[in-house]
């Protein structure tokens, strides 16, 4: 296999910018993930591919659960700042505000919109494990269009 052309074609593959939130006990985890999708609609479900050796992998893993937050197309800093490590402080998380949701993940207040999921499924294949939620919470904050990892210049993937 052409290994440029295959990384050129599954970059083709377009993607929002997501934070995604996960908490465990005192633990509180985040990270920029852009592998998210929609599965099914009853119930409604998602997938979420999660880094195997990342903190936020360890604790949704333990929780059984996680908070999808939505990047809006204003967001790139906040994008770039959690693919760091950002340790939680009070109600912040670096440069934004949370409250806890139904499943105990943090909502992200200035998020155009989230979703809490509880895990149903976990495919464990490859670098990044594939974790399937069951929505049960979900909100709209605002309007603001989803940041899309092609209006940034970087890519990730292939």
């Given at each position: ?81 959690f693919f760091g490590t ?6 912040h998380l670096g440069p ?63």
């Amino acid at each position: 296999m052409d290994e440029q052309a295959k990384k050129t074609a599954l970059r083709r593959i377009p993607y929002g910018l997501f934070l995604l939130t996960a908490k465990n006990g005192d633990d509180i985890a985040s990270g920029t993930v852009n592998w998210v999708t929609q599965t099914s609609f009853k119930p409604p479900m998602v997938a979420v591919g999660i880094k195997q050796d990342s903190h936020p992998y360890g604790v949704v893993k333990a929780s059984g659960a996680f908070a999808i937050n939505a990047l809006g197309a204003d967001q790139k800093d906040v994008a770039q700042t959690f693919f760091g490590t950002v340790k939680p402080e009070g109600d912040h998380l670096g440069p934004l505000t949370f409250k806890a949701g139904t499943t105990g993940s943090p909502v992200i207040k200035e998020s155009p919109a989230y979703w809490e999921c509880r895990v149903v499924g976990v495919l464990e294949q490859g670098d990044h494990h594939v974790f399937l939620g069951e929505v049960v919470e979900a909100g709209v904050n605002n309007e603001t269009p989803t940041l899309l990892m092609r209006d940034t210049g970087w890519n990730y993937g292939g």
